[in-house]
Each structure stands twice: as structure tokens, then as C-alpha cells.
């Protein structure tokens, strides 16, 4: 059974840092490309951040706009697991974030999600 | 950048009603569309990939159909469960992915 657990989440102030991780279970980690999706309180997905496998694209990153210079996104193939380093953080990165599987260029298995959120 | 539209942002419908939801892209993306569903306090559920291919073990209610800029999610006869928000996600920009607004459907 695929299974993503994150962890990490909780309480940033505005500017400051936090580091998500995603752990894998169920199927064959290095295969796969991942994805970050995140969901504002009462509003809509968005997709954030992609990483492709080592084995298809060289485990290349991609960002959406809202958090590209502030957000990075890495895989460790060993641990099975996959992270989204924060930093920079904004008021309107208040959100729960979902890891997401990729499964034909589209997400498959995600994540039950983690909370962030951003206040002073 | 790719702007997906989905209408309506929200319905009311009974069990057993035909909905249909519809998503518009901003430029063509060919079948590159997906479709999911959203309960509250859950994670996305995939129902459709590829515009019109059913995800393995979604019920055969559930359909999508359209290419280029329009695209159609149809549940045939609502259930009690299908209550819930729905999204398309084109991925034609890969791996730069657009989701639509949603749509809730609630019942009446």
C-alpha cells in the first residue's frame, strides 16, 4: 500500500524557516517524480514544487512563481523521502501542505497533509 | 502561463441527479487535464487522468470527457459520498501544473 506521511509543520514567524519532509512507504521511491501541493485555509490547490527522479530527470527541481527563491524542494532515494525547505516565509504561505506522488505527468497518492502557519 | 476556469464554482443537486462540471483552459492542452475529489479535512482524490481515462477503482458514475481548451467531469447519478469539491489540474505546462477553482457540490 503507497503511503505518504509528512511531518514537520507548525508555527513560523514572517521571515523566518521551516522544513517539511515527506516519508515514503509502498512502492519504489527512485522511481517516481513528487510533487508539493499546498491549500490556504478555505481556499484552493495549488501546486508548488516538483522534483523529477534521478533515474528519468537527473532529480531536476521546478517551482511555481509564489515561493521560486524561497522554497526548495529535495529527495533523499536512500531514506525514501522527499523534503520542501522553507524559508522567507510569508503570511500567505499559511497553508496545508499535501506531498504527492507523480504518476502519469499527474499526482496520484498524496499525503494527508501538514499545517503551516505563518503569524507573529 | 496556463489559467485553468472551472463553473461553476458551486451547485446544489440530489442523489441520483446527472452533474456535470466544466473546466476551460486559457490555450489548448490537448488531454493533458486530470480531475479530483476533495472531502473535507482530506487529501485529493485522483478520479480522472489523460481528460478521460477513469483512475483504478473510481466507480464507473464518474466520466470526463473534452480536448484543447474544454473539458467535462460528469457524475451520472449522485450518491451520497460524491458530496464534495472538485478540481481539474492540466499538466500540458509539466511539470509547471495549473489547478482550476473548484467546484462544490452540495446537496439540495
Known amino acids: 500500500e503507497v503511503q505518504l506521511v509528512e511531518s514537520g509543520g507548525g508555527l513560523a514567524q514572517p521571515g523566518g524557516s521551516l522544513r517539511l519532509s515527506c516519508a515514503a512507504s509502498?512502492?519504489?521511491?527512485?522511481?517516481?517524480?513528487m510533487h508539493w501541493v499546498r491549500q490556504a485555509p478555505g481556499k484552493g490547490l495549488e501546486w508548488i514544487s516538483y522534483?523529477?527522479?534521478?533515474?528519468?530527470?537527473?532529480?531536476?527541481?521546478n517551482y511555481a512563481d509564489s515561493v521560486k527563491g524561497r522554497f526548495t524542494i529535495s529527495r533523499d532515494d536512500a531514506q525514501n523521502s522527499l523534503d520542501l525547505q522553507m524559508n522567507s516565509l510569508r503570511d500567505e504561505d499559511t497553508a496545508v501542505y499535501y506531498c504527492a506522488r507523480d504518476q502519469e505527468w499527474l499526482p496520484d497518492y498524496w499525503g494527508q497533509g501538514i499545517l503551516v502557519t505563518v503569524s507573529s | 502561463d496556463i489559467q485553468m476556469t472551472q463553473s461553476p464554482s458551486s451547485l446544489s443537486a440530489s442523489v441520483g441527479d446527472r452533474v456535470t462540471i466544466t473546466c476551460r483552459a486559457s490555450?489548448?492542452?490537448?488531454?493533458?487535464l486530470g480531475w479530483y475529489q476533495q472531502k473535507p479535512g482530506k487529501a485529493p482524490k485522483r478520479l480522472i487522468y489523460a481528460a478521460s481515462s477513469l483512475q483504478s477503482g473510481v466507480p464507473s458514475r464518474f466520466s470526463g470527457s473534452g480536448s484543447g481548451t474544454e473539458f467535462s467531469l460528469t457524475i451520472s447519478s449522485l450518491q451520497p459520498e460524491d458530496f464534495a469539491t472538485y478540481y481539474c489540474l492540466q499538466h500540458n505546462s509539466f511539470p509547471l501544473l495549473t489547478f482550476g477553482g473548484g467546484t462544490k457540490v452540495e446537496i439540495k
Open positions: 490555450q489548448g492542452i490537448r488531454n493533458n
Open positions: 509502498g512502492f519504489t521511491f527512485h522511481r517516481f517524480g
Open positions: 522534483i523529477s527522479s534521478y533515474s528519468t530527470g537527473s532529480g531536476t527541481p
